[in-house]
């Protein structure tokens, strides 16, 4: 079945440095492509999507580019700070009858000043 | 105004009991989900209703059922609680099961069973 895959955590990273979460898929199809994320307490918020093969999404200095060959949706950041501590999810939504989401199991990012 | 919005944010209760988590949304979305977040983070669709539709019922006990009143509304009854039911619920809405569509997350209710 469909399936996500993100890099296990924590990551601790000192303000202002480069992130990288790395995340692959297992799809049949095309799916769409999310990255969520979850502050401390709260519920999920979107923080980017691509819906095709090239596409870049984009939030808040985060970027993420939809690879269908490597099968990847990695997300990264240039320049972090304390305030990008939170658990990531790589999601996919194959669409359709079944348009939930697919999740990664989370990475925690914790930034230090 | 809160988009999706779920009752109660925190629930504590025994084993055996039966208890209700309510969600609403008023974004005009068609398509409901509920979601199951574990102790490890893990998120795991339940079910899905569009238009007050059954569309998606994953391998969830029958202790868990789901009733959409409106399209606005789903809420999750859950009978003969058991200590492995603990977890964070989390009830979302996007506008269709299309692909492409974003989906609104609730704050959560956070269940503990004892």
């Known amino acids: 079945g469909d399936s996500v895959t993100q890099m296990e955590g924590p990551v601790t990273l000192s303000e202002e440095a480069f992130l990288t979460i790395n995340c692959t898929y297992t799809?049949?199809?095309?799916?769409?492509l999310f990255w969520y994320v979850q502050y401390p307490g709260e519920g999920l918020q979107l923080l980017l999507k691509?819906?095709?093969?090239?596409d870049k999404g984009s939030n808040k200095g985060f970027e993420a580019t939809y690879r269908k060959e490597t099968t990847s949706f990695h997300l990264e950041k240039g320049s972090v700070q304390v305030s990008d501590s939170a658990v990531y999810f790589c999601?996919?939504?194959?669409?359709?009858?079944?348009?939930?989401?697919?999740f990664g199991k989370g990475t925690k990012l914790s930034v230090k000043p | 105004d809160t988009a999706v919005s779920q009752t109660p944010k925190y629930l504590v209760t025994q084993m055996g009991n039966d208890k209700s988590i309510k969600c609403e949304q008023n974004l005009g979305h068609d398509t409901m989900y509920w979601y199951k977040q574990d102790s490890k983070k893990f998120l795991k669709i339940m079910f899905s209703?569009?238009?007050?539709?059954?569309?998606i019922n994953e391998t969830v006990p029958n202790r868990f059922s789901p009733k959409s009143p409106d399209k606005a509304h789903l809420n999750l009854h859950i009978n003969s609680l058991e200590l492995g039911d603990s977890a964070v619920y989390f009830c979302?809405?996007?506008?269709?099961?299309?692909?492409?569509?974003?989906?609104?997350f609730g704050p959560g209710t956070r269940l503990t069973v004892t």
């Open positions: 999601a996919l939504c194959r669409g359709g009858s079944q348009g939930n989401l697919i």
């Open positions: 979302a809405s996007s506008p269709t099961s299309g692909f492409s569509y974003e989906q609104y």
């Open positions: 691509a819906t095709k093969a090239d």
């Open positions: 209703y569009n238009n007050k539709e059954l569309i």
């Open positions: 799809a049949t199809g095309y799916p769409s």
